[in-house]
């Protein structure tokens, strides 16, 4: 939704597929006129939720070697030859992860919080589908994967203002995913997860390396575990009311 600055640049480097499906949730901007620069193939679905959004997109795939990106993402050209030599191969396995780095507020982010970041991102859809809890979505696959040499290029948030708004979102849905998972909320999740978080960024992931990006990145990861159980507090007590 809403990717018009940003889904050129995904699609383009998607250019050696024998088939682009775009799925668009409502936007407003002319991302899907962006789209159809590069596919006819472009489907108005409203949002259904991360998993069921990225599953209905892919149940409309043809082939089934698929490669599935965010409009923020983009394979770099290494990356690319990488996908195309591995897919051939007699002895493919099930899937690849591949190497995703972040770019924001002027820095890849190469240590802390976002790296490293493996993602599962190129797979037989025979055997794979989404998984995981809205937000965090995650591929599961029957089946052996391998890693891949090449960057999965990855631009997030365009400034800090739509990393906070994001961070609200994603915390208040998170919440409702371990509310209706059965997750309680405790008092100890709340005063000692994002300290522990923070902890695990910015010294153990050496987030440090990244200089103030990094300190931000890090604080910023620390204040969305705060307020995804926060809420959960705020939903248990709703409940109760």
Do not use: C
């Given at each position: 939704m809403n990717e018009a600055d940003r889904i050129g640049r995904c699609l383009e480097s998607l250019s050696f597929c024998d088939e682009l499906v775009v799925v668009d949730s409502g936007s407003s901007d002319g991302t899907r006129e962006v789209a159809r620069r590069f596919t006819e193939r472009v489907i108005e679905q409203p949002f259904l939720g991360y998993v069921k959004q990225k599953n209905f997109a892919l149940e409309r795939a043809s082939h089934d070697w698929v490669v599935c990106l965010d409009a923020d993402e983009a394979l770099s050209p290494e990356l690319r030859e990488a996908?195309?030599?591995?897919?051939?191969?007699?002895?493919?396995?099930?899937?690849?992860?591949?190497?995703?780095?972040?770019?924001?507020?002027?820095?890849?982010?190469?240590?802390?919080?976002?790296?490293?970041?493996?993602?599962?991102?190129?797979?037989?859809?025979?055997?794979?589908?989404?998984?995981?809890?809205?937000?965090?979505?995650?591929?599961?696959?029957?089946?052996?994967?391998?890693?891949?040499?090449?960057?999965?290029?990855?631009?997030?948030?365009?400034?800090?203002?739509?990393?906070?708004?994001?961070?609200d979102r994603f915390s208040a849905r998170m919440a409702r995913s371990m509310q209706e998972s059965g997750v309680r909320f405790r008092v100890s999740d709340l005063l000692l997860r994002p300290p522990g978080r923070f902890f695990k960024g910015y010294v153990l992931r050496q987030g440090y390396r990244n200089g103030l990006p990094g300190f931000i990145v890090c604080a910023a990861t620390a204040y969305y575990v705060f307020m995804k159980y926060a809420k959960l507090w705020e939903l248990e007590r709703a409940a109760k009311r």
């Open positions: 996908v195309l030599a591995a897919i051939v191969r007699p002895n493919a396995p099930a899937g690849f992860e591949l190497d995703r780095i972040t770019y924001y507020l002027g820095v890849w982010h190469d240590h802390g919080e976002w790296y490293p970041d493996w993602q599962l991102r190129v797979f037989r859809r025979s055997r794979g589908h989404w998984a995981g809890m809205d937000p965090h979505d995650r591929v599961e696959l029957d089946g052996p994967v391998e890693k891949l040499r090449g960057r999965l290029w990855h631009w997030n948030y365009r400034n800090l203002s739509e990393h906070i708004q994001t961070t």
